[in-house]
């Protein structure tokens, strides 16, 4: 079975800290990747598509990056409203498989 | 702009049936692809299916196949889940969300959570 492993699950951080959440894929996939941002008791927020493309009104301080197998979200310079739970998810005309989500905490 | 509403939710008994509806505006319904993802309890996100903007293919994930049937109806502009032999296990909030080519899922609903429990 395809499967999507996010790493790590909790990520401890502080304001200004520049952080990076990965995403592995089990065999080679297209470049069709994109990010969630999701706060408790919201719905999932698209942040990046297409692996690197940020998603209008998501602030630049976001980018994402990859190919083939391996994926990842950086942000730059972490904000007090960054500290959430990130979702990878390869996706495509028949699919879209998440990953277990990354938990960005307040260090 | 894009609204996605969810209804239908509610606590159901196990192998009982229940059906959800996502009711679209904002946006040309008829020309996207459909979701639904579903989140248990503290846990993450799930998909489930997808239908196509024509309502012609319908994809599953395993945990859902033979259960769950997707269809939509584009003269309403509404998108339903039908949800069979509910189990435990069943249990989360379920989204709506579009599907926008290569785009990913950028519109969600806000969720309806069902419970399946005796």
């Known amino acids: 079975d395809f499967q999507v492993t996010q790493s790590p699950s909790t990520l401890s951080a502080s304001v200004g800290d520049r952080v990076t959440i990965t995403c592995r894929a089990s065999q080679s996939i297209s470049s069709w990747v994109a990010w969630y941002q999701q706060k408790p008791g919201k719905a999932p927020k698209l942040l990046i598509y297409?692996?690197?493309s940020l998603e209008s009104g998501v602030p630049s301080r976001f980018s994402g990056s990859g190919s083939g197998t391996e994926f990842s979200l950086t942000i730059s310079s972490l904000q007090p409203d960054d500290f959430a739970t990130y979702y990878c998810?390869?996706?495509?005309?028949?699919?879209?498989?998440f990953g277990q989500g990354t938990k960005v905490e307040i260090k | 702009q894009v609204q996605l509403v969810e209804s239908g939710g509610g606590v159901v008994q196990p192998g009982r049936s229940l059906r959800l509806s996502c009711a679209a505006s904002?946006?040309?319904?008829?020309?996207?692809?459909m979701h639904w993802v579903r989140q248990a309890p503290g846990g993450g996100l799930e998909w489930l299916t997808l239908i196509s903007y024509d309502g012609l293919n319908k994809y599953y994930a395993d945990s859902v196949k033979g259960r769950f049937t997707v269809s939509r109806d584009n003269s309403k502009n509404t998108l339903y889940l039908q949800m069979n032999s509910l189990r435990a296990e069943d249990t989360a909030v379920y989204y709506c969300?579009?599907?926008?080519?290569?785009?990913?899922?950028?519109?969600w609903g806000q969720g309806t959570l069902v419970t399946v429990s005796s």
């Open positions: 969300t579009r599907g926008g080519y290569d785009h990913g899922f950028d519109f």
């Open positions: 998810q390869q996706y495509n005309n028949y699919s879209g498989t």
């Open positions: 904002g946006f040309t319904f008829s020309i996207y692809a």
């Open positions: 297409k692996a690197s």
